[in-house]
Nanobody, 120 residues
Framework: QVQQVESGGGLVQAGGSLRLSCTASGWTFNDYAAAWFRQAPGKERELVARINWSGDSTYYADSVKGRFTISKDSVSNTMYLQMNSLKSEDTAVYYC?????????????WGQGTQVTVSS
């Protein structure tokens, strides 16, 4: 079954940290670019960070640059999003997905996502 499962969300105080995980099945991060997206209540889903298939190129939205780090582990076929210095505006459901290289075009279906809530 081709899918990905997000985990690691939770409730954290402003200034705190969380690490999200995205485990894929039916496809590998070595073959695709992949990205983290988020959707806050009443807002459209937005691209947060992207990593290319080889892992040597990343992209970050301006709103998270310097605070979030995207990475992946080929052995476990897992992608991560380390989130530091969290702000209330980071509160959202976070999703991961395969994407077309250097774009925000999604190639797979969406998973359940993982909720991140930052209290101020």
């Amino acid at each position: 079954q081709v899918q990905q499962v997000e985990s690691g969300g939770g409730l954290v105080q402003a200034g705190g940290s969380l690490r999200l995980s995205c485990t894929a099945s039916g496809w590998t991060f070595n073959d695709y670019a992949a990205a983290w997206f988020r959707q806050a209540p009443g807002k459209e889903r937005e691209l947060v960070a992207r990593i290319n298939w080889s892992g040597d190129s990343t992209y970050y939205a301006d709103s998270v640059k310097g605070r979030f780090t995207i990475s992946k582990d080929s052995v476990s076929n897992t992608m991560y999003l380390q989130m530091n210095s969290l702000k209330s505006e980071d509160t959202a459901v976070y999703y991961c997905n395969r994407v077309l290289a250097n774009s925000r075009i999604v190639l797979g279906s969406w998973g359940q996502g993982t909720q991140v809530t930052v209290s101020s």
